[in-house]
């Protein structure tokens, strides 16, 4: 008896096909002003596209741009467990601020908390371990109804953004970063002309906010987000690396 055919994997066809489309995409409207590029991508992903925000530091930009383009747009916030009560009072005063109709709270998994990490400090021995199974497994539950999502990322940021293109492939989705190409002064200007919330936390010296026990206050002259995982060679959770594409073809989701 012949053996029955398996089905062909495909999955590299389709994430080239999506890497093209992203340089596509970067190519023609990269350049645009940002709420243009949100706009624009609105429409071209309509009802396939969400946000993700930390409702951080400057997370009041992005959500403006995009309550100005559609409230109802899906946002996506990763609720950890470990953040500033700041944050969570900030991203509910933000929503009222601007109408958002659509705030997707996406939490860890309790079975594999109480597996991995089930005294709650795991962050003290595995900042990457707690990060996977605080962050990078819930962003790739909360972003895989869609086919693509903006973030606020910018190059400023920190030396591993220097090169953030506006549009760029994860597996078989492309995330958007319309900030991009922005500076610290561009932030500023848009925050004072729209007269915008400022987290409280910023006043702190707090310059790129994540869950309170890996967040310190930033130095004078250092990077905005230099004081995450302060002490550890550590500078991104992992949403925005590898270990996302990962989850996101993981036959478990």
Known sequence: MLAKPRPLDRTGEVETGVAAEAAGLDALLGHLKPIEIIERSAHEFRGAVAAVSSFGADSAVLLHMISEIDRALPVIFLDTGKHFEETLGYRDALVADFGLTDIRVIKPEETALQRVDPTGRLHETDT???????????????????????????????????ALPVFEAVGSRIRINPLAHW??????????AHALRENPLVAYGYLSIGCFPCTQPVQPGDDARSGRWAGHAKTECGIHLSGLEKSLTDASL
Do not use: I
């Open 128 to 162: 990457d371990s707690c990060c996977n199974v605080r962050k990078v497994e819930p962003l790739a539950r909360g972003v895989e109804p869609f086919r693509a999502w903006f973030t606020g990322r910018k190059r400023f940021q920190a030396s591993t953004r220097t």
């Open 183 to 192: 500076t610290t002064s561009d932030q500023a200007d848009y925050m004072r």
